[in-house]
């Protein structure tokens, strides 16, 4: 599982407040992404990072922000959640190498009421 | 503009037969592909994998075909079994001159695989 742990694993949360997920590795991998995964969408980027206060936008970034102040632990945040946001969300890792590759986390389930 | 495609949301397969998946792109630039399979409340788990400059890629059970003047890629399953049933993911990744680690994802196919 390449030591990533996303928290919390489930929130319920009304539209309007501000929620922090929060990704850590354990493995010091420079590359990190925050992905989320809805019906008939599949999975796309929102932002992703490639090093300690390196970040970058992704395909979905509108209404998010991220943060990495520690190689370990990347951070996502909903400024202001709406039910549009309402989605299962996934931090992964690359590694590169032999086969180059991402590994995810176990997710994070958000409902925005 | 949906540059990996899965055209097939869903497939029915009996254990013991052949599943194939398949995947579509568009874009000449992805030099790199992969699948992911994923089980209901966990994350992807990286399945398998092939370079551009390959056209096939075998893995136990598992074997990717890439055709690349067709810019398409399917998963093969031989044998089928039951704990295959996931849903599948496949993958692509421009090119490494374009300074990205960044992956491109299809909206998945759902395996059902039944006694």
């Known amino acids: 599982d390449a030591g990533i742990t996303q928290s919390p694993r489930h929130k319920v949360t009304e539209t309007g407040t501000p929620v922090t997920l929060r990704c850590h590795q354990t493995?010091?991998?420079?590359?990190m992404y925050w992905y989320r995964q809805d019906p008939g969408h599949g999975l796309r980027l929102i932002h992703y990072?490639?090093?300690?206060?390196?970040?970058d936008k992704g395909e979905v970034s509108d209404g998010y922000s991220v943060s990495r102040s520690k190689t370990e632990d990347f951070l996502l945040t909903l400024e202001s959640a709406t039910s549009s946001q309402t989605s299962v969300y996934f931090c992964?890792?690359?590694?590169?190498?032999?086969?180059?590759?991402?590994?995810f986390g176990p997710g994070t389930r958000l409902t925005v009421l | 503009d949906q540059q990996v495609k899965q055209n097939s949301p869903s497939l029915s397969v009996q254990e013991g037969r052949i599943s194939i998946l398949n995947c579509d792109y568009t874009?000449?630039?992805?030099?790199?592909f992969l699948w992911y399979k994923k089980y209901p409340a966990e994350g992807p788990t990286f399945l398998i994998s092939?370079?551009?400059?390959?056209d096939k890629n075998e893995d136990g059970r598992f074997t990717v075909f890439l055709n690349k003047s067709a810019k398409h890629l399917s998963l093969h399953i031989v044998p089928s079994q039951p704990g295959d049933s996931a849903v599948y993911f496949c993958?692509?990744?421009?090119?490494?001159?374009?300074?990205?680690?960044?992956?491109?994802f299809g909206t998945g196919t759902r395996l059902q695989v039944f006694p």
């Open positions: 992964a890792i690359s590694v590169t190498g032999v086969k180059d590759t991402q590994y």
């Open positions: 092939i370079s551009s400059i390959k």
């Open positions: 990072s490639y090093g300690v206060k390196d970040t």
């Open positions: 993958a692509a990744r421009p090119s490494k001159s374009y300074n990205t680690d960044k992956l491109i």
């Open positions: 874009n000449s630039m992805f030099d790199y």
């Open positions: 493995e010091n991998h420079r590359y």
